[in-house]
């Protein structure tokens, strides 16, 4: 490898620039998943209604995976040599997600799960085509792995609200 070449990879032989924007987009996913990880919580404390036993024990599922998840990107943003954010006043100017306050309603709650998902979708399709474009597998990966669950879930909240996909 050629001198000048080396000093623009880092360890990991990824374009050290290009590998700072990546930390940085999960950064952004990070605070998102950490707001949409507080409207699970939200809507699992206080879910009510005749679905209260099957909806309470999904939210639960749905936190606890989003939980594992935000501890995998915040390990990504390390691997790549940055700093993973870790203050509410970071994942609130980083959010792109409605915030759920007081929803009690399963339906709403419901709502609020797919459009949360479909938001992150959005964050995580943007760090899969710059994880493409420099051969971050580790990233790519990630992100592709998240991408599938995610649609999955929409599809069956949708399949559960009995609306059209």
């Known amino acids: 490898?050629?001198?000048?070449?080396?000093d623009t990879l880092n360890i990991l032989g990824l374009p050290v620039q290009e590998s700072e924007v990546i930390a940085a987009e999960l950064n952004i996913l990070l605070?998102?998943?950490?707001v949409y990880y507080q409207n699970l919580r939200g809507i699992h404390w206080?879910?009510?209604?005749?679905?209260f036993f099957q909806l309470h024990v999904k939210f639960?599922?749905?936190?606890?995976?989003?939980?594992?998840?935000?501890?995998?990107?915040?390990?990504?943003?390390?691997t790549l040599g940055g700093t993973p954010l870790?203050?509410?006043?970071?994942?609130?100017a980083n959010n792109k997600l409605a915030?759920?306050?007081?929803?009690?309603?399963?339906?709403e709650a419901v709502h609020l799960v797919m459009a949360s998902l479909a938001d992150l979708l959005q964050i995580e399709r943007v760090i899969l085509d710059e994880t493409?474009?420099?051969?971050?597998?580790g990233t790519n990966?990630?992100?592709?792995?998240?991408?599938?669950?995610?649609?999955?879930?929409?599809?069956?909240?949708?399949?559960?609200?009995?609306?059209?996909?």
């Open 1 to 6: 490898m050629k001198s000048k070449e080396k």
């Open 31 to 34: 605070s998102n998943f950490q």
């Open 46 to 51: 206080n879910i009510r209604g005749k679905r």
């Open 60 to 78: 639960e599922e749905l936190y606890n995976d989003a939980q594992a998840k935000i501890d995998l990107v915040a390990e990504r943003v390390l």
């Open 86 to 92: 870790h203050t509410f006043e970071d994942y609130i």
């Open 99 to 107: 915030v759920g306050k007081n929803v009690s309603k399963d339906t």
């Open 132 to 137: 493409a474009k420099i051969g971050d597998e």
């Open 141 to 165: 990966s990630m992100m592709s792995d998240f991408i599938a669950e995610q649609e999955k879930t929409i599809w069956m909240m949708k399949a559960w609200s009995e609306e059209e996909i």
